[in-house]
């Protein structure tokens, strides 16, 4: 969907300077905890500033784009306390425009899993010669109590084409409708159901990935976290971005949040903050709402608490986080939590980048490079 009043576009010149520049920086260093990190910053982009094009769209007012999922909007519900209507309210206006990338004709069908899940499915109309491909689960974010396939449904497409893999996207159950474990019940539903319909589809079984952002990072960790602790195996690969892993605020010491952990320029301090002071009191929406009458111990909620006798098992993972974000230490720390117990784990931190970049893919040169590393890195994991 295009926006004029947006300065980038995949039509202009600077877009692509600033795309290409990102693709040429990609060497991994394995850091002291044995994670494979490296950031991503424009030369363009001061230290402890925000790029330029997070600044331009912070200005430019937002059309309410992603409608409620389908499944919630079946739900007979009237909000009766403040926290419900205000996720309902923030629903209405979630999400982004963002483009389609794809130079390819992508087949866009549906499909009900189990339970009656609904998932979104796109694959390369033009299958000659690939055989059967990978899958990727994609669970959308939204905090659990909003978005939808629709506002990622331009970038699914993308991975579909540039894997090229079947993608299917879950349209899981969201709060204040339904409550923890609902949505991860539905994702692992989707997973499992993916695997069993493999052959329908074209799909190797041994060749599934789950992929998340934001909350769905936190529900794509749970899903590889689900697939050791039952032993199913069903995941060869998982993926996070920007993703919420931790519901508990009394964690242990090392995984405190704090300022000190950010390089903010003074004149940069007040849109960041509030930003990440936003994101921080998201949690006084989602514990009342989604996590409910669940512990927020529960590594089902938390994923930094999976058990070390249970991460040993899961399967290697990539977390991408961006720099002024106050997820950003989460991300990095499941990163770290994946390393420490054996797992193979790659880590990539946008500078200049704020929470949900990806959203707006074809608008942030950033967004289309991270789809292109999420790609190169499950085409390596598959020997594409």
Known sequence: MARSDYAYTPTTKEYFEDLHE??????????????????????????????????????????????????????????????????????????SHNFDLTTEDIKTEHALAENRVPLEIYAPRDRKGLGDLPAMVYIHGGGFFAGAVEVTRN????????????????????????????????????????HQHAADYQVNPNQIVVNGDSSGGNLSAVMSYFDAQRGNHYLAGQVELYPVTSLDPKLSDQHQWSWDQYHIIPSEYENISTAM???????????????????????????LLIPAEVAKKMVPALVVTDEFDYLRPQGYDYAKLMAQNGVEAHYINYKGMMHAFTDK????????????????WIRQRFNQ
């Not at 982009?45 to 909007?73: C, F, M, N, R």
């Not at 893999?165 to 499992?192: I, K, Q």
């Not at 514990?287 to 409910?292: G, H, L």
């Open 361 to 376: 893919f074809g608008i942030y040169p950033q967004a289309q490079d991270c789809a292109l590393e999420v790609i190169k």
């Open 22 to 95: 990102l693709m040429a920086q990609a060497a991994f260093h394995h850091d002291e905890n044995h994670v494979w990190h490296k950031d991503k910053r424009l030369k363009k982009v001061e230290p402890g500033s925000l790029d330029p094009i997070v600044k331009q769209t912070l200005e430019t007012p937002s059309a309410p784009y992603a409608p409620a999922s389908k499944i919630t909007s079946q739900a007979n519900f009237t909000p009766t306390t403040g926290v419900e209507k205000k996720v309902l309210q923030i629903r209405q206006t979630f999400g």
């Open 155 to 194: 970038m699914c497409k993308y991975y579909a084409e540039k894997i090229p893999a079947v993608v299917f996207s879950v349209d899981y159950r969201l709060t204040p409708e339904y409550a923890a474990p609902d949505a991860a019940n539905d994702c692992y539903t989707a997973v499992s159901w993916v």
């Open 277 to 303: 002071k936003q994101m921080k009191d998201s949690n006084n929406l989602i514990d009342p709402t989604y996590v409910r009458n669940m512990s927020v111990d529960d590594p089902s909620i938390s994923p």
